[in-house]
């Protein structure tokens, strides 16, 4: 069963990892850390994604308060849990708890380019694009209502 667990001291070096041709669309396990430092004042959520006892993953948001919403900042699957729908699993429970804090009511990530496995589950999950790009980096929205 896909639960979520709190980023602790205990539990942050656990070797996650997507496939090679994977990392130049998401923030590995040390960088997902970082920004969930630097973006601490703005309320980071870190957690790493388990099926049962076995860390499959990790994922990040924080609040954008000027804009009023939540930015799902990072998420990946490790390689050797892809495509057993741990992602799409794991990705609702994070828009849950987005739901459930209630501060807001819309969430926003981004996609690099290229990355049609990413716009995929995105799209399945409800998001969809706002027109507005930042680079290589596609923004997408969704309601939490």
């Known amino acids: 069963m896909i639960h979520l667990e709190t980023v602790t001291p205990e539990n942050w070096r656990l ?3 997507v496939r090679e041709d994977q990392r130049s669309y998401v923030s590995d396990s040390a960088g997902i850390l970082a920004r969930a430092y630097a973006y601490r004042n703005s309320r980071s959520h870190a957690y790493v994604i388990y099926n049962d006892e076995i860390p499959v993953g990790m994922a990040l948001y924080y609040d954008l308060e000027e804009e009023q ?3 799902f900042s ?3 699957i490790d390689e050797r849990y892809q495509s057993n729908g ?3 699993e794991a990705a609702g429970l994070i828009l849950q708890r987005m739901k459930d ?3 807001y009511h819309k969430a926003v990530l981004c996609y ?3 990355d049609e496995a990413a716009k995929r589950l995105y799209e399945k999950l409800g998001f969809h694009h706002t027109g507005e790009a930042y680079e290589d ?3 997408m929205e969704k309601s939490l209502v």
Do not use: A
């Open 15 to 17: 070797g996650l990892h």
């Open 69 to 71: 919403k939540y930015n």
């Open 74 to 76: 990072q998420f990946f």
């Open 86 to 88: 741990f992602g799409y």
């Open 101 to 103: 804090d209630g501060k």
């Open 112 to 114: 690099i380019e290229g």
């Open 137 to 139: 980096e596609i923004i």
